[in-house]
Every structure is written in structure tokens, then in C-alpha cells.
T-cell receptor, first 117, second 114 residues
Framework: DGGITQSPKYLFRKEGQNVTLSCEQN?????MYWYRQDPGQGLRLIYYSQIVNDFQKGDIAEGYSVSREKKESFPLTVTSAQKNPTAFYLCASSRGGGQAPSYNEQFFGPGTRLTVL | AQSVTQLGSHVSVSEGALVLLRCNYS??????LFWYVQYPNQGLQLLLK??????LVKGINGFEAEFKKSETSFHLTKPSAHMSDAAEYFCAVRVTGGGNKLTFGTGTQLKVEL
């Protein structure tokens, strides 16, 4: 059964600690994305990767880091530099390319809710 | 840069009534537009998309949206609301030159009452 898995579903962190959120996909997609969701603000792009061993900053990358060593995995680390990390984090993936006029739909994982204590 | 604005952060309708969720876009090029639905504590699911073909787009669960260039709008409608439609709905626009990247609106929470 193909899809995207995120773990854990709930995560608690003490202030000053780094924490890593897992995202795995078995859809054979080249591109992967991390979003942060806060109430009333929609989804904001943190980082994205269009191919293995390459990634780019999104709109709110400060305080976050990623790696893309394998096609199926795109872990997100929330560092102690992130001032307000409590949020719902969503991972997505899509087939690569996507140059107009073609477009490849993003598929989303179930999310991880991070709470800083 | 492309952007979308969703008017109304909360919409409440009675079961069986028309659902209308508003989305206006800003884009210097012909946009690709999307509606996603999110149930509590879950990821997003694509409802429908407009990619410059037919202006009236039909999606899943009985939803449809009409692209109106003159009004820069892409409103989501459903003729008859069901309790299971209660969720948060997001409008999104493709980022030009950004591969498959999207910019999302702030969302509209739909409540369906008996």
C-alpha cells in the first residue's frame, strides 16, 4: 500500500533540545516537502527537495534543517534556534519535473504535532 | 508572486444547504489552482484542481469549483452539505518556476449543523 508515513504522531520537546521528525514515502517520488501549519496561517513551506542529495530553503527555513540521503526519506530537524516550534508539521511528496504545462500533484502524510514544554 | 486569499476563516451551513467557500487569487501568469481538504489531525487531500483546461472543475465528494478570470476567483461549491463535509478547506496556487511548489491560503473551517 503506497503512501507517506510520518512519525511520531505526537512529539514533546523541552526547550533547548533538537528534535527530528521522520518522513518516509514509498511512492517512488523524486520531490519531497516539509510544511508547518499554525492555526489561521495555512501551510508554510519550510524546505523542499527535488532530488536526492539536494534541497532548498522554503519561506520559513530558519531554525530548521533537513537531509535527503535517500529518495524515500526526508527527515526534518527542529533545532533549538527555532523560537516557536510548537506546530503541526506536514510532509508531502510529488513526482519530479513539473515544468509547465505539466503538474505533478503533492501527496501529504498524516502529520506530526510537536509541542514544546 | 502568486498568492491566494480565502475570505471567511469560518463558515457554517445547515445540512442539505449550499456550501460556498471563497478563494481569490493573484497571479501574473495563468494560474494553476487547487482545493484541498483536511480533517482534524490529518494530512491534506486533494479535492480538485484547475490547470487551464475546463473552467468548471469537478472534484471528489460532490464538490466543484469554477475558474473566473474576470473575477480572479476559484470558489468551491457543493449543492447539498453533509455532516461529513465538516473539515478545513485550503485553496492553493502553483508557484511559477517552482516545479510543483504551492502557496496556500489561510484556510476556511466548515461547520455543518443539523
Amino acid at each position: 500500500d503506497g503512501g507517506i508515513t510520518q512519525s511520531p504522531k505526537y512529539l514533546f520537546r523541552k526547550e533547548g533540545q533538537n528534535v527530528t521528525l521522520s518522513c518516509e514515502q514509498n511512492l517512488n517520488h523524486d520531490a519531497m516537502y516539509w510544511y508547518r501549519q499554525d492555526p489561521g496561517q495555512g501551510l508554510r513551506l519550510i524546505y523542499y527537495s527535488q532530488i536526492v542529495n539536494d534541497f532548498q530553503k522554503g519561506d520559513i527555513a530558519e531554525g530548521y534543517s533537513v537531509s535527503r540521503e535517500k529518495k524515500e526519506s526526508f527527515p526534518l530537524t527542529v533545532t533549538s534556534a527555532q523560537k516557536n516550534p510548537t506546530a503541526f508539521y506536514l510532509c508531502a511528496s510529488s513526482r519530479g519535473g513539473g515544468q509547465a504545462p505539466s503538474y505533478n500533484e503533492q501527496f501529504f502524510g498524516p502529520g506530526t504535532r510537536l509541542t514544546v514544554l | 508572486a502568486q498568492s491566494v486569499t480565502q475570505l471567511g476563516s469560518h463558515v457554517s451551513v445547515s445540512e442539505g444547504a449550499l456550501v460556498l467557500l471563497r478563494c481569490n487569487y493573484s497571479s501574473s501568469v495563468p494560474p494553476y489552482l487547487f482545493w484541498y481538504v483536511q480533517y482534524p489531525n490529518q494530512g491534506l487531500q486533494l479535492l480538485l484542481k484547475y490547470t487551464s483546461a475546463a473552467t468548471l472543475v469537478k472534484g471528489i465528494n460532490g464538490f466543484e469549483a469554477e475558474f473566473k478570470k474576470s473575477e480572479t476567483s476559484f470558489h468551491l461549491t457543493k449543492p447539498s452539505a453533509h455532516m461529513s463535509d465538516a473539515a478545513e478547506y485550503f485553496c492553493a496556487v502553483r508557484v511559477t518556476g517552482g516545479g510543483n511548489k504551492l502557496t496556500f491560503g489561510t484556510g476556511t473551517q466548515l461547520k455543518v449543523e443539523l
